[in-house]
């Protein structure tokens, strides 16, 4: 079946630099996708989110590129901090109403001093 | 901390018992979302619940059922409980089913673990 993954299990990112997380997806059809983050014990948090008829949105120290041509999907932060430290996921909208999300498997970022 | 709560924190249960998880949704949130969420893994959506219906399921067998109550809370119920059904389970609340994730919150989760 189709679905939503990601290239690198693990990240290690120096504090300071910028990191940039990658994310396959297979269904051509979807229009919504989201980035969120999950540090240990917590639940998933919203990072941001971009819609398939835009190719780049930014936020604060993030930034979310969509390449719709490769279906390529990527979350680059700006001057990794210590609290940057998490999994992160991203997720595609399912289906007609929102909430019902497919995430793929995650990356674990970690943030040396 | 976003307002959604989960009760329990842990859980322990055997093969064939039943577990009822619960969630409090944000105050004025009125549609709830289950995800299954095995370790090293994303979550998996179960269902979504939206004004005490089901309103979309996803690929999980029916003794996976749910419930939503008239103040927007909502229960998990897992019977036949199998080793698989072992995982960190996440609710999430939002104020309607519409189309943007920036107003939908997820609570910590409840780790069931089934031995």
């Known amino acids: 079946g189709e679905s939503v993954g990601l290239h690198l299990p693990t990240l290690s990112v120096q504090e300071g630099d910028n990191s940039i997380i990658n994310c396959a997806y297979s269904?051509?059809?979807?229009?919504?996708f989201i980035w969120y983050k999950q540090e240990s014990g917590k639940g998933p948090q919203f990072i941001i989110d971009?819609?398939?008829?835009?190719d780049k949105r930014q936020g604060q120290r993030v930034t979310v590129l969509l390449n719709k041509t490769v279906k390529h999907l990527s979350l680059q932060i700006a001057a990794t901090q210590p609290g940057d430290s998490a999994v992160y996921f991203c997720?595609?909208?399912?289906?007609?109403?929102?909430?019902?999300?497919?995430f793929g498997a995650g990356t674990q970022v970690v943030v040396t001093p | 901390e976003t307002g959604v709560t989960q009760s329990p924190t842990h859980l322990i249960k055997t093969r064939g018992q039943q577990v009822t998880l619960r969630c409090s949704s944000q105050?004025?949130?009125?549609?709830v979302s289950w995800y299954q969420q095995a370790l090293g893994q994303g979550p998996q959506f179960i269902f979504q619940?939206?004004?005490?219906?089901?309103?979309g399921r996803g690929n999980f067998p029916p003794r996976f059922s749910g419930l939503q109550f008239p103040n927007y809370s909502s229960e998990l119920n897992v019977n036949a409980l199998e080793l698989d059904d072992s995982a960190l389970y996440l609710c999430?609340?939002?104020?309607?089913?519409?189309?943007?994730?920036?107003?939908?919150?997820f609570g910590p989760g409840t780790r069931l673990t089934v031995l």
């Open positions: 999430a609340s939002s104020p309607r089913p519409g189309n943007s994730s920036d107003e939908q919150f």
């Open positions: 269904n051509s059809a979807s229009d919504y």
């Open positions: 619940y939206y004004r005490e219906e089901e309103n």
């Open positions: 105050s004025g949130h009125n549609t």
């Open positions: 971009i819609r398939s008829n835009m």
């Open positions: 997720a595609e909208n399912l289906g007609d109403s929102w909430g019902k999300l497919q």
